[in-house]
């Protein structure tokens, strides 16, 4: 990734420094919004929402964070002695991983990961990063790359939003859209910005409870379990099948 490209970076080292950040999220049918930002990635662990607090209690052996941001469940598990390595397609996102303390942090896009980082026994996709996934399609590959290089008994642990459960206009709308187009209603194509920073266009995969037992199917992966299973958001935590 170029650096005029890495506003996800930007805003993150931004925040780091103690500078004025934020992440403005652009649509492809021309909606625009203002995330969370780039304080939600440094967030402490005291200040966690109850859900994710479980889910690190779901986590084992060698772990690999995936859209590791600013490094926060990196950091948290390399605190309590796990094997973790964080990756990032954003290079300055890394940088300040590195910086904070974590050990193990490589630039790298979800679909550069294979066998050659090793075995893994937990993958994490927290913060929304089941989207990364992008489409349909691209995550029926990925999970069977994933089968690929995780140990026996594995576990993903994966974050997601439920795109249903709305009554806004604006998001029915792109799902009438979408399916027009012959996509899934959570496909957005979107690209996020920071000041003078926007990344490229991409894909981005936003599903139900039921859209991701689907996707999982034929793939080596099953769900285990829910947890946190009121409201839009909620965490899976997935099974490799048969272990």
């Known amino acids: 990734m170029k650096d005029h490209e890495d506003a996800a970076?930007?805003?993150?080292?931004d925040h780091f420094m103690g500078k004025g950040s934020f992440e403005v999220v652009e649509r492809d049918d021309g909606y625009v919004d203002i995330s969370g930002g780039p304080k939600a990635y440094f967030r402490d662990y005291e200040d966690w929402y109850p859900t994710e607090k479980e889910t690190m209690t779901h986590v084992r052996g060698r772990v690999l964070d995936t859209g590791c941001g600013a490094g926060r469940h990196s950091l948290y598990l390399q605190e309590k002695g796990f094997d973790v390595l964080g990756i990032d397609n954003s290079p300055?996102?890394?940088?300040?991983?590195?910086?904070?303390?974590?050990?193990?942090?490589?630039?790298?896009?979800?679909?550069g990961l294979s066998?050659?980082?090793?075995?893994?026994?937990?993958?994490?996709?927290?913060?929304?990063?089941?989207?990364?996934?992008?489409?349909?399609?691209?995550?029926?590959?990925?999970?069977?790359?994933?089968?690929?290089?995780?140990?026996?008994?594995?576990?993903?642990?994966?974050?997601?939003?439920?795109?249903?459960?709305?009554?806004?206009?604006?998001?029915?709308?792109?799902?009438?859209?979408?399916?027009?187009?012959?996509?899934m209603s959570g496909h957005w194509r979107i690209r996020t910005g920071h000041k003078?920073?926007?990344t490229p266009w991409f894909d981005y995969l936003l599903v139900s409870r039921e859209e991701m037992q689907d996707i999982l199917a034929g793939t080596g992966w099953e769900m285990e379990r829910f947890i946190g299973t009121d409201g839009p958001r909620y965490i899976a935590a997935i099974r490799k099948w048969g272990t």
């Open 92 to 111: 300055l996102a890394i940088n300040t991983c590195r910086l904070r303390g974590l050990q193990k942090a490589k630039v790298m896009s979800i679909t």
């Open 115 to 183: 066998s050659k980082l090793g075995m893994f026994d937990t993958i994490l996709m927290m913060g929304s990063n089941f989207g990364l996934f992008g489409s349909f399609k691209r995550a029926w590959w990925l999970l069977r790359r994933f089968n690929k290089m995780s140990c026996e008994g594995a576990r993903i642990i994966a974050h997601r939003t439920d795109p249903y459960d709305t009554a806004e206009a604006c998001y029915l709308q792109y799902h009438r859209l979408n399916k027009q187009r012959g996509r």
């Open 196 to 198: 003078k920073y926007a």
């Open 9 to 13: 970076g930007h805003g993150i080292y």
